[in-house]
């Protein structure tokens, strides 16, 4: 082999060797490598571990303490068990008891409602019983009624007698005086003349009745009849007429209707040039205002009229005046206003009342009722204090005017409704719908005037009241 062979055999060689010994350089840096790289991997395998199990130690220890926590809760839920058995045991017993209750309300229920029964079928038996009697007496009442109108229409006739002999006796009187002139002055026979004197008055005088022994008072009492001019309409008529009414002072009723205009007779004019009512004559003695006439009646039967109508006592008295005076121009003539507006003006003046006017009265009219609550009334019974008086007969009649027209004054005023009863309870409920029976019958009143010609007369009056 030649040299150079040889060199490159060697060579080759020597790569060859190189090149084994790199590989086996690789295989064992591979095989360190490999090794390290183990080695490495324990490590991280055993961080991975270590941190596992701290996960695990912190588990753990969160279980402990959830552990601990349950078992408080499951300590806490015994407990409330334990209160709640007794709870439901205390609750059963009440529920027992109960039960036991209802069924005795149940049983007492059934024996009420049989006695219920019981006592409407008596309470119905009596209810006909009831009825029965108020049939009774309203038959009774009614044959009373026609013999005290029979009685009366007697004592008119009687009345009557009287008088045309009261007029004969007058002219027997007259003719006596004459006669007596004649026997004392000019009568030659005075005997004959005597004995003639004494047979005129024998025949209008029997013996045991002379004239001359029934004093001045009978004389006076045959003459004085009382007449009362009145429309029940009127607010000053009806307390007038209330009030002789429930003191049981007789009068004759002599109606002056004012819606046909029986005012403006000349007949009338006679007895009160006023044209207004009510009036009273007591025989010859004429009165007109409604406060004047109440007074003048209290006082002149005061031996018969209880004293609280109109107390003698100086300032219960003066409080009776107070309401009396004040009332002219607050509640009647706001109450008036009200009720001429509502019922009168729209028939007189042919059209409605404007909206704005109408509300002014109604607002006045309400200021006046509040004070006849507050400053008169207060929390008294009556306006005087315990008794009825002739102040709160004037009042309610004005507050009932408005009533009248369907306003209801008294809505949501307790206090004042309370005390209108007490005193329709005080003159009697019948006489106080007596009284106000043609007030509350405007429909009736209202077709009147319709068809009336007077209503012409008052509607110059209306002009200027309202204008
Ligand atoms: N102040 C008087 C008033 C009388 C009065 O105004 N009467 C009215 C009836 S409530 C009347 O007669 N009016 C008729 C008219 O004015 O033509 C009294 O209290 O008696």
Redesign the pocket.
Known sequence: MPFSDADSLKEKLVSEQEAHDAVVRNMVIESLLESVMDSSLDLALEKEEKNQLQLLLSNNRILENERDVVRDRVTGHCFRRDVLRKHLSKITTEYYRCQKEVEQMRRRHHQLSMALKDQSSIHQHKQVKIQALRSRLASVSAAARHESANKMDLLATELQRERSRIRELEDVGREAAVALRHILTESEDKTSDMQKLLELMESVVPEGTDAAFMGPEAASIKTQDMELYL?L?????R??FVFAKAVGIPFEFKV?A?VE?Q??REEFAKISM?????VMKDGSFVL??????LKYLAQKHSSSVADHWYPAELRQRARVNEYLSWQ?MNL?AHG?KVFLLRAMFPLIMGSEVPKEKMDAAVEDLKLSLNLLEEKFLQDKPFIVGDKISLADLVAVVELMQPVGTGLDVLEGRPKLIAWRDRVKQEVGEELFDEAHEQLMNMSSLQEKMQNNSAME??KP?FQMLFK
Request: aromatic share 4%; charged share 20%.
């Open positions: 429309d309409v009127s607010q000053p008529c307390s007038v002056v004012l205009g005012q403006y006023i044209r207004k009512v009510p007109t205002e409604s406060v004047a006439i002219h009647r008036s007369m008052l009056k």
